[in-house]
């Protein structure tokens, strides 16, 4: 595939793994539009007359043949993890959907005559564990705890692509905002019913990008060869939970009078509360800004307002 007069990357062949899902349909959409020709992996038989590809993570299957002269490879795929307690069994669910997963699809591409110039496989900020009001880089250690581990993990299993010449982009997602899914719609019901309330103390940071910009960021990064390894997509701006809720009140008209207490929040939640709700991950996108991506929304309560489709000013909180 050959670059375009502007220097970017011409349209080609592009599978995505996880198309199906929230930030996958918005990317794929995206992409189509921009004349890609998009490919979704699926868990099933292809649909005739698709241009599907079949995968079977769990069964340790892939159609390695259809991905033969494929341009980009696209990792979204995923247990949500916020979907509930992370009991024994939903650990194995989570680490299998990611770290399993990751590791057929970079073995079977490593195998091919003609492989894709680039992989990028989704991780999330989860990586740093809860490092207070720290500002954390793409060059900042790893933290602690089994979303830490779980994320150090799941990067490490596109190795194998990397060392066969594959430019590997990691991109570590923090909270997407956007319209349809994701773990908004959860965060948001307790308001709109009247008892939002903010979590623990309240001063944790929060690491948040508009859906449209995450998508805008994966497109930027198969356009510039430079970008690899670990990638930052999140909105220049974190926010502690304390200013999510508030504004949160305001999006939906409600008031934001309540408080959980973090030991409510373990006890509610049990791990997924500790580790997602009450942490603190102050994440700067270093190598998006570097590379002279621009975020098209990156104010709190605009993408919060996209999101829910809730325009216009409202009274205060």
């Not at 989570?94 to 990751?102: E, G, I, K, P, Q």
């Not at 110039?117 to 740093?128: E, K, Q």
């Not at 060869?225 to 930052?232: D, K, R, T």
């Not at 994440?283 to 307002?305: H, K």
């Amino acid at each position: 595939m050959a670059p375009s007069h502007d220097g970017s990357q011409a349209p080609g062949r592009v599978a995505i793994a996880g198309a199906s899902g929230f930030i996958g349909r918005a990317l794929s959409a995206h992409l189509a539009a921009a004349g890609w020709h998009v490919q979704p992996l699926v868990r099933r038989a292809p649909t005739p007359g698709r241009d599907e590809i079949r995968w079977m993570p769990a069964q340790g299957e892939v159609d390695a043949a259809a991905l033969e002269g494929v341009d980009v490879v696209v990792n979204l795929a995923g247990e949500k993890l916020t979907a509930g307690r992370w009991t024994p069994a939903r650990r194995d669910a989570l680490w299998s959907s990611r770290v399993h997963a990751t590791e057929l699809l970079a073995e079977a591409l490593t195998g091919l005559g003609e492989p894709p110039r680039l992989l990028i496989s989704a991780s999330a900020v989860g990586y740093y564990g809860s490092r207070g009001d720290e500002v954390l880089t793409e060059d900042s250690p790893p933290g602690e705890g089994f979303l830490a581990g779980l994320c150090q993990a799941w990067e490490a299993a596109t190795q194998p692509a990397a060392r066969a010449g594959i430019r590997v982009v990691q991109a570590r997602f923090g909270l997407v905002l956007g319209p349809g899914g994701g773990s908004l719609p959860l965060l948001a019901r307790p308001f709109s019913l009247g008892v939002g309330a903010v979590l623990g103390d309240g001063g944790q940071y929060l690491s948040w990008v508009a859906l449209e910009d995450a998508v805008r960021a994966l497109a930027h990064a198969m356009d510039h060869e430079a970008l690899a390894g670990p990638v930052n997509v999140v909105a220049p701006a974190a926010v502690t939970n304390a200013e999510l809720s508030r504004a949160l009140g305001r999006v939906l008209r409600r008031p934001v009078l309540l408080r959980l207490p973090a030991p409510i929040v373990r006890l509610m939640f049990g791990e997924m509360g500790q580790e997602v709700l009450l942490a603190s991950t102050r994440v700067r996108p270093g190598r998006l800004l570097d590379s002279g991506f621009s975020f098209a929304q990156g104010e709190l309560e605009g993408a919060l307002r996209q999101a829910l489709a809730r325009p216009g000013r409202s009274a205060p909180a």
